[in-house]
Nanobody
Framework: VQLVESGGGLVQPGGSLRLSCAASGGILSIPVMGWYRRTPGKQRELVATCDTGGATDYADSVRGRFTISRDNANYTVFLEMNNLKPEDTATYYC????????????????WGQGTQVTVSS
């Protein structure tokens, strides 16, 4: 399973960005897809997750500003980020939890390569 993220960039405080992550590779199922982020010197932290039924979970720091959604048919997950703050600056990683593909028929966790989000004036 491969995860390819897009949509990062530089934005001013208060601005918006939309991240996308497309999964591919003979996928049979991905129960949970989500976004994590990491800044230098810190551990990777959960941003938001979404399961196939649409149930979502958010970090307290982004709740009310970020919205996660997914296209189950195309194994794609999105993160709409509004009212961005400088502390949102990080590398954002897409995550596929317990993804099953035709090759292995076994659930594994997969990560994307990361996309940089910088919030600065």
């Amino acid at each position: 399973v491969q995860l390819v993220e897009s949509g990062g960039g530089l934005v001013q405080p208060g601005g918006s960005l939309r991240l996308s992550c497309a999964a591919s590779g003979g996928i049979l199922s991905i129960p949970v897809m989500g976004w994590y982020r990491r800044t230098p010197g810190k551990q990777r932290e959960l941003v938001a997750t979404c399961d196939t039924g649409g149930a979502t979970d958010y970090a307290d720091s982004v709740r009310g500003r970020f919205t996660i959604s997914r296209d189950n048919a195309n194994y794609t997950v999105f993160l709409e980020m509004n009212n961005l703050k400088p502390e949102d600056t990080a590398t954002y990683y897409c995550h596929a939890e317990r993804a099953v593909d035709k090759a292995t028929l076994f659930p594994y966790n997969y990560w994307g390569q990361g996309t940089q989000v910088t919030v600065s004036s």
